[in-house]
């Protein structure tokens, strides 16, 4: 079991919602937007949420858009793993 086994149980295309951890700064939401951008083209502003924890050291975005396959949502995790300001995706 490879953690990416749940998508075969997602019917494509489809809405996917992104859920990614780092620390709080300007520019990270901007920064897990362009990683999912790269993959599926634009994400509108009204796509993404941002989430500060409660003592304001972290940040949780949330992203919702539309993903054609599963390759996609394999190189968006992908490329959430080769940057290093985030923490934690899901």
Known sequence: MNGLDGFDLLRFPCFYTFKVFGRRSETFSTKVRDVIAATVGGVPLDSVKVRPSEHGKYVC??????????????????????????????
């Open 61 to 90: 975005v949330t992203v919702l858009t539309r993903v054609q396959d599963r390759a996609q949502l394999e190189r968006i995790y992908a490329d959430f793993h080769e940057e290093t300001e985030i923490l934690l995706y899901l």
